[in-house]
């Protein structure tokens, strides 16, 4: 083979300090060998000069009895068996090496698992047939090891390698997530489980009304995380839209449909899919030259990326693929893609309410107030996007066009198709049980004493449902106590014994 010495002793790689003085293996010391343009994956492998195994940051340091032979196919046998699988490296590297070479690749040991694994990944990848005559042995191995990344539950069979390919995607677009403990704390508290349980006790007309605030809710935060203020108009017509989330499949013409009903005014939006570049980010107050932080999908690649999505999401639908890791993974590839000249933010928070709905996590009609969630936590949402935005730029060769719009010049589909999406899904696990535990209970919770509060006022005074809401508003905003502008207009109607007795019902109910 061409490289040799592979493996790199250091203390320090890429900017990246290592717990100790060792050996760089896997991933790491293949994309600095092959000096691959992407970017590095979340966690490094560190042969340690002593015997001992630990995990610190980014780091994974093994102890030396781990220590290999220093080929190309042993750091790859060795990044499948610890690391898992990394299709942009895969993709990458079969790109750099003449087929002949992957042939002799192949031919180090025969029908071995990881020598199938890797042919697997040549043909699948790059969409054609090796010299190699198909297997007759009999028996099959998964392509994705389940202790470490998470898979379809039932994948297609491969008899030509006998392979059993449970990748939780198609070739077109397949994110994938490692099992981090934290993922698998929250899929063991059964959290849709909790929603229905705690669901069950609430009163049918509580939770109608619950369902009302909530989509409202929702859909102002999603337009606040953009950065927008819509009218009342616009909220409700959105919230509509995401209260109907799992109803239609998605397709081309979907998203063509949610764009327009999250662009009211469009005559200075271009509907559609991108026909020029797109990037989120600043301008140079002087030139107005574009400083990107995330660089969308190029216009050419746009059908064939969202062709994948479509696929990928029909696949997960049909699985036993956790629901909030597949809402993951449609809802972040599509943000990253960023199909749209706008409207992308609100229809990617969308997708998490329709892939949840369609996989039963959320029952369809009772919104599930994620993008709320989001809201409160909008500096992690900004870390989590730009976790995967930030590496990318140094690999994104770009041009400025005459209307300060970016053209990106070098192929980089396979950035949107291949990612690590271990990152988002835990943030998202982070807001779905935040939405559970805090915000639909809280929701619940005002709502079970504002009726008990409107029927006080109903038994007594009579008092219509608009007055109602206008006096808990006051009442909501100067402390339970009637303001003196409520006095004199709005509730001038009142004596001072009937104000007294309002003040104190507001707070005995309210307070507890």
């Known amino acids: 083979m061409r490289i040799t010495n592979i493996s790199i002793k250091t203390a320090v790689f890429r900017g990246f300090q290592a717990p100790e003085t060792g050996t760089l293996v896997g991933?790491?010391?293949?994309?600095?060998?092959?000096?691959?343009?992407?970017?590095?994956?979340?966690t490094l492998s560190l042969i340690s000069e002593k015997r001992r195994s630990y995990r610190e940051n980014e780091w994974i340091v093994y102890s030396n009895k781990t220590q290999f032979e220093d080929t190309l196919y042993k750091h790859l046998v060795f990044a499948l068996k610890n690391e898992g699988i990394n299709l942009l490296f895969f993709k990458k590297l079969f790109e750099n090496l003449p087929e002949n070479e992957v042939v002799e690749l192949l031919g180090i040991e025969g029908t071995g698992q990881y020598t199938r694994k890797i042919w697997f990944l040549y043909e699948w990848l790059l969409e054609k047939e090796l010299p190699i005559p198909n297997l007759e042995i009999k028996n099959y191995v998964p392509?994705?090891?389940?202790?470490?990344?998470?898979?379809?539950?039932?994948?297609?069979?491969?008899?030509?390698?006998?392979i059993i390919n449970n990748l939780p995607g198609t070739v077109d677009f397949c994110p994938l997530i490692r099992k981090t403990p934290k993922l698998e704390k929250y899929r063991s508290e059964n959290l849709s489980a909790q929603k229905n349980?705690?669901?069950?006790?609430?009163r049918k007309s509580v939770l109608q009304r619950a369902t009302a605030f909530l989509l409202l809710k929702d859909s102002k935060a999603s337009f606040t995380i953009e950065g927008e203020s819509p009218k009342s108009k616009r909220a409700a017509r959105w919230g509509q839209a995401i209260g109907q989330a799992g109803m239609h499949n998605l397709s081309h013409g979907e998203f063509e449909r949610l764009q327009q009903i999250v662009i009211e005014n469009t005559r200075f939006v271009e509907m559609g899919y991108r026909k020029k570049g797109g990037f989120i980010g600043?301008?140079?107050?002087?030139?107005?030259?574009p400083v990107p932080d995330h660089i969308s999908a190029k216009t050419e690649d746009i059908e064939q990326l969202m062709n994948g999505l479509i696929a990928t999401n029909n696949l997960l639908l049909n699985d036993e693929t956790d629901a909030v890791l597949a809402a993951a993974v449609i809802s972040f590839g599509f943000v990253f893609i960023h199909p749209f000249v706008d409207g992308n933010g609100r229809i990617h928070r969308y997708l998490i309410h329709h892939v949840l709905s369609k996989k039963h996590f959320s029952d369809q009609g009772l919104i599930f107030p994620v993008s709320a969630s989001i809201l409160n936590h909008i500096a992690d949402y900004q870390k989590v996007l730009e976790n995967y935005s930030a590496p990318l730029l140094d690999f994104m060769e770009w041009k400025e066009t005459q209307d300060h719009n970016i053209e990106?010049?070098?192929?980089?589909?396979?950035?949107?198709?291949?990612?690590?999406?271990?990152?988002?899904?835990?943030?998202?696990?982070?807001?779905?049980?935040?939405?559970?535990?805090?915000?639909?209970?809280?929701?619940?919770?005002?709502?079970?004493?504002?009726?008990?509060?409107?029927?006080?006022l109903d038994n007594i005074f009579e008092m219509p449902d608009d007055m109602v809401a206008l006096l808990v508003r006051f009442l909501e905003q100067n402390n339970g106590a009637f303001s003196n502008r409520a006095k004199e207009k709005e509730f001038k109607q009142l004596s001072t014994a009937e104000i007294a007795d309002i003040e104190e019902n507001y707070k005995l109910i309210f307070a507890n």
């Open 27 to 42: 991933y790491g010391a293949l994309i600095e060998a092959f000096n691959l343009a992407m970017p590095l994956p979340e």
């Open 143 to 162: 392509l994705v090891d389940e202790k470490l990344q998470y898979t379809l539950s039932h994948g297609a069979r491969s008899s030509r390698h006998r």
């Open 197 to 202: 349980n705690y669901l069950k006790g609430i």
């Open 282 to 289: 600043e301008r140079d107050s002087d030139s107005f030259s």
């Open 408 to 456: 990106v010049t070098n192929n980089t589909i396979d950035f949107y198709r291949y990612f690590d999406a271990t990152k988002q899904a835990e943030f998202l696990y982070d807001c779905v049980k935040d939405t559970i535990i805090n915000i639909i209970p809280n929701e619940v919770t005002y709502l079970t004493k504002y009726e008990e509060f409107k029927s006080y």
